[in-house]
């Protein structure tokens, strides 16, 4: 069964360092989505992505963030300069009709 | 705007109990419900899902029923496994803002003991 899959599995990064996370969502899937969960606390939605472009960002998602769709597989999130509070679980999802898929997840740690 | 209210953990039950964890919800519109499920170190993966009123989603001898009338999607099952120990997330799907996205409760601890 096909599935999303993320890498690496946990990045320890330096505050102030740019982090790029990976995920490579299911084929025929046609939107791609940014979430993360701050350890003990919900899920959040930070980004959806379709057609190459941004269709929705959340508050979190500042100039600090960015997302890609570098070639036709890959769908990365980047943070430039990141800070303390970015340690989180980081998830893809990507989803085709009205279900998200997710991987399992970037644990972030920024020191 | 949206959201989920999840009945707060940690739930506690021995093998073969009957669980519920409580979902209720405020949303504009006709939202699609579901049940997420967190295994102790893995990612979220669907349970079940529910798109329109008075539907049931079922998996795994898991169900819920999209209630309009309470704006509840209470998860239940009728006798747990150690194996269902993980962290469960109500959820709907919103499209405030444009495009769907998944709008989470804080999520409910289950461990089941044998």
């Known amino acids: 069964e096909p599935e999303v899959t993320q890498t690496p599995s946990h990045q320890v990064t330096q505050m102030g360092q740019e982090v790029i996370l990976r995920c490579v969502p299911i084929s025929n899937h046609l939107y791609f989505y940014w979430y993360r969960q701050i350890l003990g606390q919900k899920v959040e939605f930070l980004v959806s992505f379709y057609n190459n472009e941004i269709s929705e960002k959340s508050e979190i998602f500042d100039d600090q963030f960015s997302v890609e769709r570098p070639d036709g597989s890959n769908f990365t999130l980047k943070i430039r300069s990141t800070k303390l509070e970015d340690s989180a679980m980081y998830f893809c999802?990507?989803?085709?009709?009205?279900?998200?898929?997710f991987g399992p997840g970037t644990r972030l740690t920024v020191l | 705007g949206n959201s989920v209210t999840q009945m707060e953990g940690p739930v506690t039950l021995s093998e073969e109990a009957f669980l519920t964890i409580n979902c209720t919800y405020t949303?504009?519109?006709?939202?699609?419900l579901f049940w997420y499920v967190q295994y102790p170190g893995e990612g979220l993966q669907l349970l079940l899902k529910?798109?329109?009123?008075?539907d049931k989603g079922s998996n795994k001898g898991f169900e819920a029923t999209y209630r309009k009338e309470t704006t509840s999607f209470h998860l239940e099952k009728g006798s747990v496994q150690v194996s269902d120990s993980a962290v469960y997330f109500c959820a709907l799907s919103s499209r405030e803002g444009g495009s769907e996205k998944l709008v989470f409760g804080k999520g409910t601890k289950l461990t089941v003991n044998p």
């Open positions: 529910a798109t329109k009123a008075d």
């Open positions: 949303a504009t519109g006709y939202p699609s």
């Open positions: 999802a990507s989803c085709y009709g009205d279900t998200q898929y």
